[in-house]
T-cell receptor, first 117, second 109 residues
Framework: GAVVSQHPSWVICKSGTSVKIECRSL??????MFWYRQFPKQSLMLMAT?????????EQGVEKDKFLINHASLTLSTLTVTSAHPEDSSFYIC?????????????FGPGTRLTVT | GIQVEQSPPDLILQEGANSTLRCNFS?????LQWFHQNPWGQLINLFYIPSGTKQNGRLSATTVATERYSLLYISSSQTTDSGVYFC???????????FGKGTKLSVIP
């Protein structure tokens, strides 16, 4: 149980275009979903927290107009990187907390590797 | 914010050896999780252990919340145990996790 999927697994896009990444909880409803980014050989950094039906809360230094997050249902959150630039190239990982059980335990998706050329 | 320190940063083991990974944190926590990140980037939940001791096969973990540390034990290591082990903590009033920098484990045959 507690499986989280992400789509796509990897994506290459040209500078200036937008990319949408989907995060789905497959076998549970998720009250809260989180988005992280990870640079090579570094740890995970939280970008934003999203709750179904409300606006996402962004961490300091994360541009909300660049990284658009939509949490339209209890099983789906999307991250759109708008007007992507090479410095946005990174590994993006989502996580979700089940609405039943511990409200603190997070389950992670397999990640999406974004390369902007 | 809370600080999370993991040690050692790198660890090389011969297959079959045992190891202990440590996670120190700077404040009281109500959430502590250990993860294994495999070579493809997937984070695998190992333990949700804000306090106490748990065991799962060759892995076990202990968190001493009053002394602000947690330990992950790996016994009889296998090459498939290679990867990065992360400790992540959360504080009261928040559902967010703060990650340590990880311990990179390499198990050689």
């Amino acid at each position: 149980g507690a499986v989280v999927s992400q789509h796509p697994s990897w994506v290459i896009c040209k500078s200036g275009t937008s990319v949408k990444i989907e995060c789905r909880s497959l076998d549970f409803q998720a009250t809260t979903m989180f988005w992280y980014r990870q640079f090579p050989k570094q740890s995970l950094m939280l970008m934003a927290t999203s709750n179904e039906g409300s606006k996402a809360t962004y961490e300091q230094g994360v541009e909300k107009d660049k990284f658009l997050i939509n949490h339209a249902s209890l099983t789906l959150s999307t991250l759109t990187v708008t007007s992507a630039h090479p410095e946005d190239s990174s590994f993006y990982i989502c996580s979700a907390t089940p609405s039943q059980g511990s409200p603190y335990e997070q389950y992670f998706g397999p990640g999406t590797r974004l390369t902007v050329t | 914010g809370i600080q999370v320190e993991q040690s050692p940063p790198d660890l090389i083991l011969q297959e079959g050896a045992n190891s202990t990974l440590r996670c120190n944190f700077s404040d009281s926590v109500n959430n502590l999780q250990w993860f294994h990140q495999n070579p493809w980037g997937q984070l695998i939940n190992l333990f949700y252990i804000p306090s106490g001791t748990k065991q799962n096969g060759r892995l076990s973990a202990t968190t001493v919340a009053t002394e602000r540390y947690s330990l992950l034990y790996i016994s009889s290591s296998q090459t498939t145990d290679s990867g990065v082990y992360f400790c992540a903590v959360g504080v009261a009033g928040s559902y967010q996790l703060t990650f340590g920098k990880g311990t990179k484990l390499s198990v050689i045959p």
